[in-house]
């Protein structure tokens, strides 16, 4: 079956602007996270989402990062005006429920470059 | 958070067992050990989990000892497609939030 999607798969903007990054889950999953790598780095925790509720946004990494989910399905992560510290992938994982047995499954991640 | 400890690098030959160690010595009763792998370019993939039992997919076996404070993730046979690096976590719940704490992983190279 389909898994996580992702898009765009590579953006490159200028700092300054504002971008928005695409996350389609699988389909029935009630849980969404976003997640992000930079070069060299692990993976950061960002935001989870249970359905459209986000309880734990607790790793956005400031007030310019925002994100949101409709309906129980796509979410959208936006980041305004972009720094070049932004520059990373941005990972999407979802699960069936957020349950500690639950695995994710991630997408393939836009890879954002800030100029 | 249960923090776990991995060697930073193995290696391999292609069509042998590759054992990958994981030490979780501080793990609760109720957390899961979980097994990722990530291939360049890639998403991280999930590859098995468990609680207190050994397990096994198509994939991999997850051997957790009884203390579960280390696990070993095999790899059967593993081939030149299985180099990627390999991340043990353990499931954390914050606030409701299970999110994954990604470590700094083993990467595996397969030799032909």
């Known amino acids: 079956g389909a898994g996580v999607s992702q898009s765009p798969s590579n953006k490159v903007t200028e700092k300054g602007k504002d971008v928005e990054l695409r996350c389609d889950p699988i389909?029935?999953?009630?849980?969404l996270y976003w997640y992000r790598q930079s070069l060299g780095q692990g993976l950061e925790f960002l935001i989870y989402?249970?359905?459209?509720?986000?309880?734990?946004k607790s790793g956005l990494p400031s007030d310019r990062f925002s994100a949101e989910r409709t309906g129980g399905s796509v979410s959208t992560l936006t980041i305004q005006r972009t720094q070049q510290e932004d520059s990373a992938v941005y990972l999407c994982?979802?699960?069936f429920g957020g349950g500690r047995n639950q695995p994710q499954h991630f997408g393939d991640g836009t890879r954002l470059s800030i100029l | 958070d249960a923090k776990t400890t991995q060697p930073t690098s193995m290696d391999c030959a292609e069509g042998r067992a590759a054992n990958l160690p994981c030490n979780h010595s501080t793990i609760s009763g109720n957390e899961y050990v979980y097994w990722y792998r990530q291939i360049h370019s890639q998403g991280p993939q999930y590859i098995i989990h468990g609680l207190k039992n050994n397990e096994t997919n198509e994939m991999a076996s997850l051997i957790i000892t009884e203390d579960r404070k280390s696990s070993t993730l095999i790899l059967p046979h593993a081939t030149l497609r299985d180099t990627a690096v390999y991340y043990c976590i353990v499931r954390v719940t914050v606030d409701s939030s299970y999110k994954l704490i990604f470590g700094s992983g083993t990467r595996l190279l397969v030799r032909p």
């Open positions: 389909s029935g999953h009630t849980a």
């Open positions: 994982a979802s699960s």
């Open positions: 989402f249970q359905g459209n509720s986000a309880p734990d």
